[in-house]
């Protein structure tokens, strides 16, 4: 069965700090992996996909099949960063089902 | 940005009764899609509807739950004689036509919270 896994809860940095929040899979198959970001009172929005491996809002997220993990990771945490944070699985050519992990909620102090 | 509009924010039932959420996914989409959140647990998804038809559920859209796409602009989620484990965050979301591909960016709605008492 496919699964993700966020193991933290909750990750409190200073403003400036590194962040990695970090999320593992478990699926046999070829997956895409992507990250969802919820602000305070928004909705879920797309923050990265794997497969375009691009840089949002100085997030960057590495695909690593040998440790099945896809780690979201920023150099210098900012306040507006605060959010909560979901790791996603889809399997291949699977459309919108996405299999979401617990979510991380990244809170960033000043 | 278009969005996808979920109403009602807030919708509190008694056991037993039927609710209905609707959602106007983006004007263009033609995959449509109910995940739910319980308070502290994942997002989950429930149905996916593509061509007037579910083209998948997962076990928690058993069969008090339906779907429907009464006028081409809404979509709609029933559940009927709802439980009290139904209560939850439900979102609506839609994607790009002809996709269904690696780069498919799911839109989702604000949610509309279900209390079931």
């Known amino acids: 069965a496919q699964r993700v896994t966020q193991p933290e809860k909750l990750l409190s940095v200073f403003k400036g700090a590194p962040v990695e929040l970090k999320c593992n899979y478990s699926y046999s198959g070829s997956p895409e992996l992507f990250w969802y970001v919820q602000y305070s009172r928004q909705r879920l929005q797309l923050l990265l996909r794997h497969i375009s491996r691009e840089s949002i809002k100085g997030f960057t997220a590495d695909l690593n099949k040998g440790e099945t993990s896809f780690h979201l990771k920023k150099p210098f945490a900012q306040e507006e960063d605060s959010a909560m944070y979901y790791c996603a699985l889809r399997r291949h050519n699977q459309g919108g089902k996405l299999i979401f992990g617990q979510g991380t909620e990244l809170s960033v102090k000043p | 940005e278009p969005e996808v509009t979920q109403t009602p924010s807030h919708q509190v039932t008694q056991m037993g009764q039927e609710v209905i959420l609707r959602c106007v996914p983006i004007?263009?989409?033609?995959?449509f899609y109910w995940y739910r959140q319980i308070l502290g647990q994942k997002v989950e998804f429930l149905v996916s509807f593509y061509n007037n038809e579910i083209s998948e559920k997962s076990e928690i859209f058993d069969d008090r739950f339906s779907v429907e796409r009464p006028d081409g602009s809404n979509f709609t989620l029933k559940i009927r004689s709802t439980k009290l484990e139904d209560s939850a965050m439900y979102f609506c979301?839609?994607?790009?036509?002809?996709?269904?591909?690696?780069?498919?960016?799911?839109?989702f709605g604000s949610g509309t919270q279900l209390s079931v008492l």
């Open positions: 979301a839609s994607t790009s036509p002809g996709q269904g591909a690696v780069n498919e960016k799911l839109f």
């Open positions: 004007s263009n989409h033609l995959y």
